[in-house]
């Protein structure tokens, strides 16, 4: 099983950007789709972004669309999550997480979560 750790929060003003990062380590990164979720306080877990094993085939969830970017370089075992044009209400701990296929949504289908990293913006 692949275990993650994500890097790159921070506290920004609303506009910025920021890249998240999600190491990984162990064999099977490479084959696995994976997925970012962000989680703000007081609020369940939500789908962000996710990619397949190739980095060929990816999915937003509408709110972040146009403005942030999933990637992933198998060579470094490390996924990224470039955010552009934050808003406020970007304001979560956003978490990384793997599964066999790719799924865009249900945190419920992904495992190996990090243990996530915060995401401020002020307005």
């Known amino acids: 099983q692949v275990q993650l750790v994500e890097s790159g929060g921070g506290l920004l003003q609303a506009g910025g950007s920021l890249r998240l990062s999600c190491a990984a380590s162990g064999r099977t990164f490479s084959s696995a789709a994976m997925g970012w979720f962000r989680q703000a306080q007081g609020k369940g877990r939500e789908f962000v972004a996710a990619i397949n094993w190739s980095g060929e085939s990816t999915c937003y969830a509408d709110s972040v669309k146009g403005r942030f970017t999933i990637s992933r370089d198998n060579a470094k075992n490390t996924m990224y999550l470039q955010m552009n044009n934050l808003k406020p209400e970007d304001t979560a701990v956003y978490y990384c997480?793997?599964?066999?296929?790719?799924?865009?949504?249900?945190?419920?289908?992904?495992?190996?979560w990090g243990q996530g990293t915060q995401v401020t913006v002020s307005s």
């Open positions: 997480a793997a599964r066999n296929a790719l799924y865009c949504g249900n945190s419920l289908l992904y495992n190996g």
